[in-house]
Every structure is written in structure tokens, then in C-alpha cells.
């Protein structure tokens, strides 16, 4: 059973273009969660979707950042017209549900950087 | 906001060694508490969690934390340390529960080096 799979691992995007990172979930997992790490500080939320919904995106930027779980295929955070500071490791975990008992696997991130 | 410190930016400890790396958590209430390990080129993996009850939890790989509410810690322990051991760990807090792994809140992380 292959973990949760991210690609690119390593994306380099000129500022204004868009960046696309995938995350498939394991097998049988309906629920994706994505986080940031800047550099020097902390993994931080970003976005909770299940199957087609967005769940909670109360830490997504408000411009330029969306994220979405179609019926088929990966889960895609999009950044559209990048800047500097979107240079970041992108992570992203799945679970197969939310009980509390429940694991989430991370996947090995994504990183951007933005030149 | 609830915050997460992870003191020790890096540790160097000889295999064999005890360990112990901290974590304190700044939130009102008692929150839901985590530790992750992240091996060069890997995802994070879970340690241990702590949502409830007793306060020493036992994880995989032989560590243990235990969550001292009034010294706002959840510091990470193993008696004795192997080589492989060697990763970055992160301590991690969720406000309330609202899914395994929604709003998480990381600490800038411990590496961890073993020497031999």
C-alpha cells in the first residue's frame, strides 16, 4: 500500500506563473489536509477537503490560493501568479476519516521555490 | 492563538543516551497534543498523541511523552537512543478536535543527531 504520494517534489516557478502541487491520498482515504512550512518556522494549516468539498480553508491565503478533491483523481493546491514568499514546503496528509482514533499520513511535501 | 516552542533547535546525544526534547504549548484549555518524526527525505510520521486520560503516553519506536499541564508541556522522551533515531521531530497541538489531522499547529522543530 504506497503512502501518500506528492508531486513534484521539487517545483522552481519564475514569479507570476502559476504552480500546481498534487497529493494523492492512500488507498481508501477520503479526507486530504494541506500545511506550509516557511522557512525556519512551523508546519502550518492550510486547508481540510473530503472528497469534493472544501471542509475548512480558514488558513488558505485569501488571494491566489485554491485547493480542490475532485471525485477522481489527486487533490490539487494551485497558487496562481507566485511571489517570493510563496517559497515553501508544501505537505500533504490523508486520513480515512476524522474520528479522533484515526492516523493521518503525511506525505514527503513539496517544495517550491519561486525565483 | 495557540502557539507551539520547541526550544532546542538541534540536539546531538551518543547512541545509547537518554533523551528528551521539549515542548511547550500556550493555550487556555487543555488541547489535543502531538509528536512527529521526519526522517531525511520522508513524510512525518506519528509518534504519539495525547487527547485524554492518563498523562504518560507510550508511542511507537520506544518513545514516550508525558503532558504536564502545569508546566504547559508535552516533553518527548526514550531512555536509550539508536542511531536511526536520527530525524527531525515536531511537536504539534490541535484546538478541540475537528479532524486527525485539521488545524494542526507545529513547532519549528528538533533535529536530532546521534553519534556513535
Known amino acids: 500500500n504506497a503512502g501518500v504520494m506528492q508531486n513534484p517534489r521539487h517545483l522552481v516557478r519564475r514569479r507570476g506563473q502559476e504552480a500546481r502541487l498534487r497529493c494523492s491520498p492512500m488507498?481508501?482515504?477520503?479526507?486530504v489536509y494541506w500545511y506550509r512550512q516557511l522557512p525556519e518556522e512551523g508546519l502550518k494549516f492550510m486547508v481540510y477537503l473530503q472528497k469534493e468539498n472544501i471542509i475548512d480553508e480558514s488558513g488558505m491565503p485569501k488571494e491566489r490560493f485554491s485547493a480542490e478533491f475532485p471525485k477522481e483523481g489527486p487533490s490539487i493546491l494551485r497558487i496562481q501568479q507566485v511571489v517570493r514568499g510563496d517559497s515553501a514546503a508544501y505537505f500533504c496528509?490523508?486520513?480515512?476519516?476524522?474520528?479522533?482514533?484515526?492516523?493521518?499520513?503525511f506525505g514527503q511535501g513539496t517544495r517550491l521555490t519561486v525565483v | 492563538a495557540q502557539s507551539v516552542t520547541q526550544p532546542d533547535i538541534h540536539i546531538t546525544v551518543s547512541e545509547g543516551a537518554s533523551l528528551e526534547l521539549r515542548c511547550n504549548y500556550s493555550?487556555?484549555?487543555?488541547?489535543?497534543l502531538f509528536w512527529y518524526v521526519q526522517s531525511p527525505g520522508q513524510g512525518l510520521q506519528l509518534l504519539l498523541k495525547y487527547f485524554s486520560g492518563d498523562t504518560l503516553v507510550q508511542g511507537i519506536k520506544g518513545f514516550e511523552a508525558e503532558f504536564k499541564r502545569s508546566q504547559s508541556s508535552f516533553n518527548l522522551r526514550k531512555p536509550s537512543v539508536h542511531w536511526s533515531d536520527a530525524a527531525e521531530y515536531f511537536c504539534a497541538v490541535a484546538l478541540g478536535f475537528t479532524g486527525t489531522a485539521s488545524k494542526l499547529t507545529f513547532g519549528t522543530g528538533t533535529r536530532l543527531q546521534v553519534t556513535l
Open positions: 493555550y487556555g484549555a487543555t488541547p489535543y
Open positions: 488507498k481508501g482515504h477520503s479526507h
Open positions: 496528509a490523508s486520513s480515512p476519516g476524522r474520528d479522533m482514533n484515526t492516523e493521518a499520513f
